[in-house]
């Protein structure tokens, strides 16, 4: 066994090396226990509104004014109630009861009147949208010119800026074309936003120009290439974008209350907002039905988001 | 030794001609007539650049017709009616609007907290998120639920926001019973000048998750042997990220400031939820002030404004452009 001798000197070099590596190591491990720690205190902070809303829906109107009649002050629910000075945290209710739910589908109508009103604004400005979008923003990718820079750039500012800024100037275009009260002035402007088309764009130039060369070499149309080649590669991007223009307009607030005066044609974002304060036992209910779609789109479509988001952020773009 | 040198070179420029030929016929072209092809080609060019052209722009047609019926053209009618006295008369009258703002108390206070509030939530939630993916890339456990909870918030519709920060924030709220059992005072959130934290929370709350997964996927896309190259120099770890990873994110970080920037102006609608027309003055933005001006039908007022704040956002986009050209410049992608 003493087939092999170091100097003193060595050995301690060895020795000190070897040493440093495991600290290394330790250290490594204490950090991915602290990451890990960290995330999960995120985690919980992140997903506790939302499971709170969720729990809370089951609880019969009674117990939600028990815990919460101190921030609504609600006290007309006709019963002896017994209204606590502070709000209870309550995660689990005493009771599972599905009345709030039945409450708001079945005995009032007018929630499901907002909520198909809510699909209605929706759907066609999610596909009218990006079918634009997807038009205009093969147009900003492939070609390139000084103009059209300029043009992407007004795009950028127009789509930074809040609804306030052109809200005079827009109620006063929807009432020259006719379309104020209507659901027009709710989806025209949705049809031709820009905040899709700068996304696309970004994503678009983000697919090699070689695939698109080839094809043009190989002797396809521009319609080809763009509904052939292009298309297909922006799957994710397009489900991706698809699913925030959908948030933004599944959540709109402001556009109704300014240019639709006749409430029954607002969405149930703008009339929950209402709700709140004096039905609070069935808010909780409502909210939930208004997060089901919403939350099957992610969940059909995580993979898809995610992707594309990755994508979106791109490099130079 | 001489000799092998020529026998090289000739064979060399053999092969130079051999090699031009093939490119040439590859091009298409021969030896024989490469004057009228030269010709011919640049016009087709020329042709195929006017007919791109053309192509392009009918691609973008339809929505640069949209946008300029519902973007440009109320922006243009802003300018003008900032400029004028009122709709009617449409007499010119300068700068005048925009002094009658400037002395306006409520706008300078409006205006004081939305810059205030982007000034804090758009940094913050740029290196939070940032922070997280770091910690996320770093070979932690259960990536994809981890990614999957933070991003969950994306989905939440504001009625359920607004409801839950109120149940949260309010006076007799959770935070405050939670934060009195500790022996904490018992603080007015939404009414005080706590007012903007419960916000800024909220718009971290929001999006944090959103700008996370942005992050990751640039770390995650900067050149793995230039990492093992720096680790091979033995560079740290922190040298490693702020003079190779920050130069690959800094394209990243402009679109995710930009992205943050966009959804600070959002949370007026949380705020105009839960608080309404008239809320505590910490929380008065100018989206708030706009409405007002709007409900009283001041519409120079409102013009003046609406340009001031246009102004601002256009300065600063101006501005982040520049740096990232400057900063990211020299790396491809």
Redesign the interface.
Known sequence: MSGLKLPAGEVAFYEKAIRKARRKRKIYKY??VA??V???I??I???L??I??VTNSFMSSSEINAN?G???QTTDTGGKVFIS???N?KFIPDMVSFDQYITVLFKSPEYLVKFWNSVFYVGPILIVQLM??M??S???A??R?RV?EV?FF?????????????????Y??SSWLGILDTRWAIW??G??S?FA?YLLT?FIRRIPTEVMEAASIDGAS?WQI?SQICVPLCKSGLISIGILVF?DY??M??QPL?LLSNDELHP??VF??KI?AHEISL??A???I??VP??L??LYG?EY??EG????????? | MEKLKNVSDKVSEMAEKVNRNLRRNAAGQTDKAPKMHRGMKINRNTKKTVR??C??????M??????M???????C??VF?ALVNNPIQKEFVGLFNFERVFTNNAFRQAAYNTFKFSIIAVPLSVILSLF?AV??E?????KS????????????????????????F?F???I???GMSFGGPKIDWLKSDKAQIVIVVLFL?KN???NM??????LS?VPKDLLEVARLESATDAQIFWTIKMR?LS??IL??T?MS??NS??V??EI??MTGDYPYKTLYM??HF??NT?ASVD?QK??AS?IL??MV??VL?LIMFVTENRY?KD?E?
């Open positions: 950090g991915i990451g890990t960290i995330c999960a995120f985690a902070l992140f997903l509104p939302t709170l809303t919460y101190a921030v609504f000075k502070t709000v945290l634009i979008a038009l205009a093969y147009g900003f492939r070609y010119g059209r043009i007004l795009y950028i500012i127009m789509m930074l800026m809040p609804y306030q800024v052109t809200l005079v100037p827009n006063l275009v025209l402007p049809f031709f820009p088309v970004k521009e763009f948030i599944w959540n607030v402001e300014i149930l974002s929950l907002s709140n808010a909780f409502v909210a939930v208004y997060l919403p939350l789109i992610f995580e988001l995610i988001i990755s994508y979106q952020g791109g490099l130079k773009g | 791109e052209t192509v392009s722009w009918g691609f973008l339809p929505s640069l017709m949209g946008v019926t519902f973007f440009v053209l109320p922006f009618v802003v009616y997280l910690v996320m770093s070979g932690i456990p259960f639920q981890f990614r999957s909870f933070f991003l969950s918030p994306m989905m939440v519709p504001i009625a359920s926001i607004v409801l839950i920060w109120q149940v949260l309010h007799n709220g959770i405050n019973v939670i709350w944090l998750g959103y997964i942005l992050f990751m996927a640039a896309s690959y394209s990243t679109f995710v930009i920037l966009i102006f959002k007026f609608r105009y939820l100018m989206q706009m409405n709007f519409y409102l013009s609406a704040m246009a956002i256009i986009m990211g790396i992608g």
